[in-house]
């Protein structure tokens, strides 16, 4: 089965850098992605990673290792409408063709304070 | 245009009474998904649909049924509605043949059973 765990909650200042780690435990390995999903608005994509290393996106990067069951998402140069939560999420089962259910970890919420 | 829509926005609605959630996109996605969002749980799968004539339970289906009337189409029914169904509904859609394997949410629908 599928178990993710994140950090409920983070605070860090404008300007800064923080890293939100999410740990996975899956029976099958297919990808793992990362979601901002901002109070009261439906999650958007942030990234997909499928193999082990650092991807960078603008200021957000994602990291995996899939050895470890691990991941982080990694934001640079904080924004205050960075202030959202952040969903780690992984496969549940694939269903051929590129297609997959999803199961989502709780969420990080993060606060970017001045 | 949005490209995933979910009506109503809000709704408020009393114990027991029969409730549709109904989510339209313009994507041409053939799998499209229900979940259900409550604080300090994250995001559970409750339906999902790969097809107009395939339908296949989540993680928290009972008390919940779905209809997949045309691929653009997946409507969500609560056939006699209760407090703890109380939630932030979500549609989303995927692409099997899209690289990134996202899944893209509608707005989502805020339920409130009385």
């Known amino acids: 089965g599928q178990n993710i765990d994140q950090p409920t909650e983070m605070t860090a200042t404008e300007g800064a850098i923080v890293q939100i780690n999410c740990t996975y435990q899956t029976s099958g390995f297919n990808g793992l992605f990362w979601y901002q999903q901002h109070a009261g608005e439906a999650p958007t994509f942030l990234s997909y990673?499928?193999?082990?290393g650092l991807e960078e996106k603008g200021r957000f990067s994602s990291f995996l290792s899939r050895s470890k069951g691990y991941s982080y998402l990694l934001l640079k140069e904080l924004q205050m409408k960075d202030s959202a939560s952040y969903l780690c999420?992984?496969?549940?089962?694939?269903?051929?063709?590129?297609?997959?259910?999803?199961?989502f970890g709780k969420g990080t919420k993060l606060s970017v304070i001045p | 245009d949005a490209d995933v829509t979910q009506t109503p926005r809000n709704r408020i609605t009393k114990t027991g009474k029969r409730i549709m959630l109904e989510c339209s996109q313009t994507?041409?996605?053939?799998?499209m998904y229900w979940y259900r969002q409550d604080p300090g749980l994250g995001l559970r799968l409750i339906y999902y649909?790969?097809?107009?004539?395939?339908?296949n339970k989540g993680e928290i289906s009972d008390g919940y049924s779905v209809s997949r009337q045309a691929q653009a189409k997946f409507s969500l029914s609560l056939e006699s509605a209760i407090p703890n169904q109380t939630a932030l509904y979500f549609c989303?859609?995927?692409?099997?043949?899209?690289?990134?394997?996202?899944?893209?949410f509608g707005p989502g629908t805020r339920l409130t059973v009385l």
């Open positions: 649909s790969f097809d107009v004539k395939d339908i």
């Open positions: 989303a859609t995927s692409d099997p043949t899209g690289l990134s394997n996202e899944q893209f």
């Open positions: 999420a992984v496969p549940l089962a694939y269903s051929g063709a590129g297609s997959y259910q999803l199961t």
């Open positions: 990673n499928v193999l082990d």
């Open positions: 994507k041409g996605h053939d799998r």
